[in-house]
């Protein structure tokens, strides 16, 4: 037996109850609200090399250039992602420092260290986060490093975000 539902711009889905004996009831809770399946999402990089980094001291890096900006949500003078769209969200970030004795990336939420990942030994770091954002939120990406630079390296270096679902 198969329960098939259609709608006139969503596609079709099919639902197959097992063909056994005794009672084929399929439950489906109700949706008390409307899952957003669209928002934004960004891709951005550095410009050029960014020299005179303080070491051993979070400095924001100056992700400038844009790969893609879905909605126009990440700003490339301040360095900002405020998506406006609350939910759930990808981040990605990445960066190529000088040094390859300390290098930390970190995800700053409204203006504070949120989340961050290290990297020992090598140059290049990166760290991939899930991050719920109200409407309000904003992200920036930080990096630390023993070094004095981080590289521009569209390769190694960037800043992205996809929103995943709502919240």
Known sequence: MALVI????????????????????????????????????????????????????????????????TDSKYDVSNYR????????????????????????IALYKNGSIWKRGTGTGQQQTQVSIIAVADTDDYF????????SQFTNNSDDTYFQAHFIRSA
């Open 81 to 104: 992602f405020t998506p406006t769209v609350a939910g759930y969200y990808q981040f990605n970030i990445g960066i190529r420092c000088n040094s390859s004795t300390t290098n930390l």
């Open 6 to 69: 259609k709608g006139s711009s969503s596609g079709q889905v099919t639902v197959d109850a097992p063909a056994v004996a005794g009672t084929n009831t399929l439950t489906l809770p109700a949706l008390t609200k409307t899952i957003a399946t669209d928002g934004p999402s960004f891709s951005a990089t550095l410009s050029a090399d960014q020299t005179g980094v303080s070491s051993s001291t979070f400095t924001k890096v100056a992700f400038a250039t844009e790969d893609w900006d």
């Open 140 to 147: 920036e990406a930080f990096g630390f490093t023993t070094g």
